[in-house]
């Protein structure tokens, strides 16, 4: 027999996924995007948002282009919901994954190639020396691909330093490093204690692919400043430009992070400060409950990483 109590769950269901239909799109700037993440169809995904403004009577969207972006009405609620439907999304993940034992299972890292090679080695030894059973995969990506293994749940998280930071994604530093300038031992720039951008125009630059964020980073500061250069050499790694510097084919513009190790044949200068740091750290799908093997990866990264925030990513 029915009971008065059953229209009252109805209607929290219904709004629960009104709820996610709206969280979804404004992580993702699309509907279209948010029907394919959540697996409905796009008209399906529209009502939904539809039926919650006519019943909260606000407009929760406006649309720009081939993008929409929130009202302030929009930015109000999704402050106030994204956290409970991550939450309640993230419920029977938490309680299956908490039932694991920590030595066991699985754990899934992307990871561009200055995360690969310099940032994740020390902690990848400690935390496979202290969890034996667990089978860890480091998959060495591109940027590109690195955002669609987050999106699609290919990966825990991932570590790395990006730009552009989809709404949909986390992020939390974890490492900052600077910039510097690599020559050969017999250039003129390595014989001077201070560099400035004059010195740096018209240079021979080597350079990784022009698609990588920190040189991505180093073009933008040229721009800004009206400083020209020349690529010499664009090579496929960070390792081969300190090569190829080192061979004298030209200068380069490096992180600091990957001049950890002393590298043969090639003089490191400090660049002036119009060069920004760079912040390398941890990223997560939102909504993505991390499992207690990831928790631990990123506390051996760093040891306060979830102090503030039981979910900080």
Not at 8 to 24: E, G, I, M, S, V
Not at 80 to 107: K, M, N, T, W, Y
Not at 212 to 231: C, D, E, G, K, N
Request: hydrophobic share 40%; glycine share 6%; net charge neutral.
């Amino acid at each position: 027999m029915p009971t008065a109590l059953e229209p009252n769950a109805a209607y929290r269901h219904d709004r629960l996924r009104q709820l996610r239909a709206f969280c979804f799109t404004a992580e993702a700037g699309s509907i279209s995007r948010a029907a394919e993440r959540l697996g409905l169809t796009q008209p399906s995904v529209s009502l939904q948002i539809q039926a919650l403004e006519r019943e909260l009577s606000v407009t929760l969207f406006e649309r720009r282009g081939p993008r929409i972006r929130l009202t302030p009405e929009g930015e109000q609620l999704y402050a106030e919901a994204h956290q409970l439907v991550e939450a309640i999304d993230g419920l029977a993940g938490r309680f299956s994954e908490d039932s694991r034992p920590l030595d066991s299972g699985r754990l899934d890292i992307g990871a561009g190639e200055s995360s690969t090679l310099y940032l994740l080695p020390a902690t990848l030894e400690q935390f496979m020396a202290e969890h034996p059973n667990v089978r860890v995969r480091l998959h060495h990506l591109s940027v590109g691909d690195l955002m669609d293994a987050l999106r699609e749940d290919r990966v825990d998280f991932a570590v790395g330093a990006i730009l552009d930071m989809p709404d949909e994604l986390r992020y939390r530093a974890i490492y900052s490093y600077g910039l510097s300038l690599i020559t050969p031992p017999d250039h003129p720039l390595a014989r001077r204690d201070v560099i400035n951008l004059r010195d740096l125009a018209g240079q021979d630059f080597i350079i990784p692919p022009q698609n990588m964020t920190t040189w991505r980073l180093i073009s933008l500061v040229f721009q800004q400043h009206a400083v020209p250069y020349r690529i010499r050499l664009e090579v496929g790694s960070w390792e081969a430009v300190k090569r190829y510097v080192g061979l004298g084919f030209g200068i380069a513009i490096v992180s600091n992070v990957s001049l950890a190790e002393h590298y043969p044949g090639i003089v490191v200068r400090s660049l002036p400060e119009v060069f920004p740091k760079r912040t390398y750290g941890a990223m997560s799908r939102r909504g993505r409950f991390l499992s207690p093997q990831a928790r631990r990866f990123l506390e051996m990264m760093r040891p306060d990483f979830f102090a503030d925030d039981v979910n900080a990513i």
